[in-house]
């Protein structure tokens, strides 16, 4: 049997649910909503931006391309096509200079038309930030699932939520401790490997104040898929300021109040062997001069944080607990110890580490 239009409009008449069934479906995949906390194409900054416009442009080029080649195509099967009484090939048209030349040298054209303002953009891409403005400089190191940042300048070392000032230059200089993994927040435009041993750096402008979800880009171990990250872009002034934030962030712990639960939390922390890996400034402090205990986020202002384990779970005392009891269950692999806390220890420690805003 041969397929042709007729067959297939007496196949749509035939069955006209299943073609809209069809393109219902096809509406539900392009999920029109209003919400795109990962949406590349709403990009926030001006590194976004440049990646956005490629998009665009490629996307138009790309569509013009594919409008002229379907027609002509559409133009030459409905005219030359077979018809009742043809029975001999028709003539053969080989080595044509004409044709074969244009369709050599329109594609050249286009090619070139697109690599100008790529390789434009890739040099845009790579300048280094103004050094007569201000900058935040971040180190970032990622770890298997999560990712510590230190602000070597404000002297602030935490985790997982990177927090950053709308307007101002941010320059993030990247490497890991472990196995390769890169980061990536779409609406910031641009991934970047972070590899142990190496720096790479990465630098944007936000300009929306917000709170914005990125991922781990690169298959990084078991619990990979949940290795996220959150930044969150302060105005420059007001009671949300980043000032504010880095203020904040450099006060040692909150002390509890004498027979507190609060208090409680803290002596197991102490005591159930939590230090081995984490810090918590005023509590647990560090050798002068280190960073960070390398193996667990540092743990000062916990409480402030919007998500735990890597944007895994809400904060709040019962995941902090859930989270402290048994870590494997809410990350595979987490490299975590389960210290076989008691429910009652698990969630002293976790209201104590709620406060610590
Ligand atoms: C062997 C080292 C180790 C020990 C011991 C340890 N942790 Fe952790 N902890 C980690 C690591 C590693 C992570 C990050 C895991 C991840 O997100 O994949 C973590 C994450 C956390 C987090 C989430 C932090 C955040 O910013 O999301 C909390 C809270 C926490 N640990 C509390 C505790 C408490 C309380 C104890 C003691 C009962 C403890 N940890 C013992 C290594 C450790
Ligand atoms: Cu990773």
């Known amino acids: 049997m041969t397929w042709s239009l007729p067959h297939f409009r007496r196949a ?70 077979q018809r009742p009484g043809d029975t001999e090939l028709p003539p053969q048209d080989f080595g044509n200079h004409k044709l074969e030349l244009i369709w050599t040298v329109l594609p050249t054209i286009i090619v ?60 993030l200089h990247m490497t890991s401790a472990d ?14 490997d972070a590899t142990p041993g190496r720096r790479q750096d990465m630098h944007f402008i936000a300009r929306e104040v917000g709170t914005f979800d990125g991922q ?13 990250t959150r ?18 962030q450099q006060e040692k712990a909150k002390e509890p109040a004498a027979g507190s639960p609060e208090e409680k939390g803290r ?32 743990l000062t202002h916990v409480g402030g944080r919007t998500r735990i384990a890597a944007n895994t779970l809400e904060n709040n005392v019962d995941n902090l607990a859930k989270w402290i009891k048994n870590p494997q269950s809410i990350k595979p692999g987490a490299l975590m110890t389960n210290l076989g806390l008691t429910d009652e220890d698990a969630k002293a420690v976790a209201t104590y580490l709620f406060s610590l805003k």
Request: proline share 5%.
């Open 179 to 192: 196995v390769i993994h890169a980061w990536w927040v779409p609406r910031l435009g641009g991934k970047r």
């Open 12 to 81: 749509v008449a035939r069955a006209p649910g299943r073609l809209l069934a069809l393109v219902a479906l096809a509406l539900l995949a392009i999920a029109c909503n209003e919400a795109h906390p990962r949406n590349t194409l709403q990009p926030i900054a001006d590194t976004g931006d440049i990646s956005a416009w490629f998009y665009h442009m490629l996307l138009w080029v790309d569509v013009v391309i594919l409008v002229l080649v379907m027609g002509v195509w559409t133009f030459a099967v409905l005219k030359y096509r």
């Open 112 to 171: 070139i038309a697109i690599t100008v303002p790529t390789v434009g953009g890739i040099f845009k891409l790579a300048e280094r930030p103004d050094p007569n403005q201000k900058i935040i400089v971040v180190e970032i190191t990622g770890k298997q699932w999560w990712w510590e940042f230190d602000y070597i300048k404000e002297g602030i070392n935490t985790a997982n939520e990177l927090h950053v000032e709308a307007g101002t230059q941010v320059l």
């Open 267 to 298: 002596k197991v922390f102490l005591e159930k062997g939590c230090v081995a890996c984490h810090s918590i400034a005023g509590v647990a402090e560090l050798a002068p001069g280190a960073r960070s205990r390398t193996s667990g986020p540092n």
């Open 231 to 248: 930044i969150i872009v302060h105005p420059p002034a007001g009671e949300d300021s980043y000032q504010h934030w880095v203020e904040e």
């Open 216 to 228: 781990c880009a690169e298959l990084c171990g078991a619990s990979h898929a949940l290795m996220g």
